[in-house]
């Protein structure tokens, strides 16, 4: 059964940090991974999907890397601002199965 | 706009008393799933769909039934609920093409917010 990993659970930061999220899987067999943003209350927003044959997407402020062999990716944020306060969640994606992680809490203060 | 639409977005029903959420894609996606969120348990995935008549359990199927009758549409019945399916359900749908741009990116309902009393 896949198993999918957030470290940390909570990070806060000053405003302008450049961080990294991090996301470990148990099975290497997997299509797709995708990063989620959702704010308190919220409906999910996709950041970035990574296929299985990619190593990282970019978009903006982020970047998302993807190591299969290892079990890892890892979301990272440029620049912080306060509005990328939000639950970070990944998603590991086989077919039509999903299996998230339970997500890291990021906190940037002005 | 291109959405996924669940109905209705906040519910309060007794123990016992069957009810459907409805969840409809505008984007001719071949998947479909459901997940529930609870506090601590972090996104579960309750039913998916491959397509047109073709489900499979996720992990929490239990007390949960699906249907896929039309490919825009993926209800989600509780035929008896109980109070431990008080919860933030989500439905969410993507195409299953690798070849396609976009494929199996996930696009998620804004969520239906159910309690059990």
């Known amino acids: 059964k896949q198993e999918v990993t957030q470290i940390p659970a909570a990070l806060s930061v000053p405003e302008g940090e450049n961080l990294v999220l991090n996301c470990s899987f148990t099975d290497s067999a997997i299509y797709n991974l995708q990063w989620f943003r959702q704010d308190p209350g919220k409906g999910l927003t996709s950041l970035l999907l990574?296929?299985?044959?990619?190593r990282e997407q970019t978009s903006g402020r982020l970047n998302a890397s993807l190591d299969k062999s290892s079990g890892r990716s890892t979301l990272y944020i440029a620049a912080s601002q306060p509005g990328d306060s939000a639950t970070y969640l990944c998603a590991v994606i086989n077919a039509g199965k999903s299996t998230f992680g339970d997500g890291t809490t990021l906190t940037v203060k002005p | 706009e291109a959405q996924v639409t669940q109905n209705p977005r906040y519910l309060i029903t007794v123990t016992g008393k069957k009810l459907t959420v409805t969840c409809s894609q505008n984007?001719?996606?071949?998947?479909m799933s459901w997940y529930r969120q609870d506090p601590g348990l972090g996104l579960r995935q309750i039913y998916y769909?491959?397509?047109?008549?073709?489900?499979d359990k996720g992990d929490v199927p239990e007390g949960y039934k699906v249907s896929r009758k039309e490919k825009r549409n993926f209800p989600l019945i509780l035929e008896s609920p109980s109070p431990n399916q008080t919860s933030l359900y989500f439905c969410a749908s993507s195409f299953s093409s690798q070849a396609r741009a976009g494929a199996n990116v996930l696009t998620f309902g804004a969520g239906s917010r159910l309690t059990v009393l």
């Open positions: 990574i296929q299985s044959s990619q």
């Open positions: 769909s491959m397509n047109v008549e073709v489900t």
């Open positions: 984007m001719n996606h071949e998947y």
